[in-house]
């Protein structure tokens, strides 16, 4: 039975001890009665996103139904009710990374005490995803100390593992020893274009060739449950090597609310993996991508945010070679406070270039 849309806090589970219960346990905003706020600052006034339509990344995609005790399944969470598969599938027809890391963290975060949170996770991805069967995650709770818990998750397919995920929780401290880098200096969301707004913007220029038109159309019509506003954005067309950096704004479509930080964590984690591996392409683009797929994802929790607020997403890409990339990631809140740390390698198996390929 998936998870009902009724209003509960991620749930802790019961002691090991507990006999599981067949009921499911579900990780979705505070309560149903909490009334969307006006805007994310919560300044009152009215904006123009919808904030009654609360995020598809928390009513389902997150929303794991819980099989026994440390046992979970994606199988009727994840529906989305226009396909009837996987919420949203990228066009390498692998399951997004970014969903599995999200509700492996769903999972690691229903077998911890309320009081701590996520401060960390490292994933292996070690086998692709099949979109077309659902995703079990089995919890080893590997241990629990006074201030930090450990959890290693499994993702399983088809009796296989696809990710391996080790999170650390921890509860909240204090300390006198605080620094961060300064935010970089962009334009702010409101002086941008969302990515749908470009790709229209694109399509209106009679200059655009079939090509760009069609793979153009097909970027728009993918339910992506993100919002991203990209800054210096390429034009589409440009052929030329740029630097391996990128920012762009990126929010949760749609409404989450206070919640709790496990969920803007697990939100955060899905957000995370978008367009992050292609800052190692930028450079390249004289070569034709045959494969590519993230190898792993790390994450590091600095302070509270809110994943359906825009945070500012400063990418980078210090290394590429012996077809692999890393790339290293920053989330920043719109206040100049340094939420999130990521860092992912990828591997990427490209066409020689048409210079190479006439030697
Ligand atoms: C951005 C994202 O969200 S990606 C989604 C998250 N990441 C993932 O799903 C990756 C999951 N992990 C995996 O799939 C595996 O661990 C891999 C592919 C990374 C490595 O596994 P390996 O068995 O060593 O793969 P290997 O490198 O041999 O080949 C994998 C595929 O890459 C392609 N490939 C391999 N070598 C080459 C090459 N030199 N040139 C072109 N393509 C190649 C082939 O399609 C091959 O598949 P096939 O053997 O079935 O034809």
């Given amino acids: 039975m998936a998870a009902s849309s009724g209003g509960k806090k991620l749930l802790p ?25 006006t805007e994310a600052t919560g300044s009152g006034s009215k904006s123009s996103r919808n904030e009654d339509l609360h995020s598809v990344l928390v009513t389902s995609v997150l929303n794991l139904e819980r099989l026994d005790l440390d046992l979970y399944s994606n199988e009727h969470s994840n529906r989305c009710t226009f396909t009837g598969t996987h919420h949203w599938v990228p066009r390498s027809r692998m399951l997004f990374g970014g969903q599995i890391v999200g509700q492996a963290l769903v999972a690691a975060a229903m077998s911890v005490s309320e009081n701590i949170y996520a401060h960390s996770l490292h994933c292996y991805f070690v086998r692709a995803g099949d979109p077309k069967v659902p995703v079990l995650y089995q919890v080893d709770r590997i241990r629990d100390g006074k201030s930090f818990s450990v959890r290693s998750v499994k993702a399983i397919q088809h009796g296989n593992p696809i990710l391996i995920c080790q999170s650390s929780f921890q509860r909240k401290m204090e300390s006198p020893i605080h620094h961060q880098f300064t935010m970089p200096v962009v334009p702010s969301p409101n002086e941008l274009l969302t990515q749908e707004e470009l790709i229209q913007k694109y399509l209106r220029d009679p200059a655009l060739t079939e090509k760009y038109k069609v793979g153009l159309t097909k970027l728009l019509a993918e339910e992506v449950p993100i919002e991203i506003k990209p800054i210096n954005p390429p034009e589409y067309y440009r052929r030329v090597a740029l630097e391996s950096k990128q920012h762009f704004w990126v929010r949760a479509r749609g409404y989450i609310g206070e919640g709790n930080m496990k969920l803007h964590c697990c939100v955060a984690a899905y957000i995370s993996d978008y367009s992050f591996l292609r800052t190692a392409l930028l450079p390249h683009f004289q070569y034709k991508v045959k494969f590519m797929a993230s190898l792993d994802h790390s994450m590091w929790f600095h302070a509270p945010f809110r994943s359906d607020e825009w945070m500012l997403y400063e990418c980078e890409s210090p290394w590429a070679g012996s077809c692999r990339g890393l790339v290293q990631g920053r989330l920043w809140k719109q206040d100049g406070v340094l939420a999130v740390s990521c860092a992912q390698e990828g591997v990427f198996y490209v066409k020689p270039s048409a210079a190479e390929s006439k030697l």
Avoid: Q, Y
């Fill in 13 to 37: 589970e019961p002691s090991k001890g507990t006999s599981a219960a067949s009921a499911h346990s579900s990780i979705l905003r505070k309560s149903s009665s909490e009334k969307p706020v």
